[in-house]
């Protein structure tokens, strides 16, 4: 597993606690590559799917998607 985090939200008015657990992995369609992106942090988490379709048009969708999760995780 790429990340796996734990986080537990603090209870705030005596309702049931709440935990959320969550994990990702990529896999890239060739060796040591892949597109797509993704960020878990204590305030929420993202996932990017990068169009490789966009390299035909000169853009960078594994840039692209990388940079967007850093901007989100900001």
């Known amino acids: 597993i790429d990340s796996l985090k ?3 939200v603090e209870d705030v008015d005596d309702g ?3 935990k959320i657990v969550s994990g990702a992995y990529k896999i890239g369609k060739n ?6 992106a993704f960020f878990i ?11 490789s379709g966009w ?3 000169g853009f960078s969708s594994s840039g692209f998607s990388h940079s967007l999760m850093d901007k989100c995780k900001e």
């Open 41 to 51: 942090c204590e305030r929420g988490f993202g996932v990017a799917d990068g169009v």
């Open 55 to 57: 390299v035909e048009y």
């Open 16 to 18: 049931p606690e709440i």
């Open 31 to 36: 060796p040591n590559t892949c597109e797509d």
């Open 6 to 8: 734990d986080f537990e």
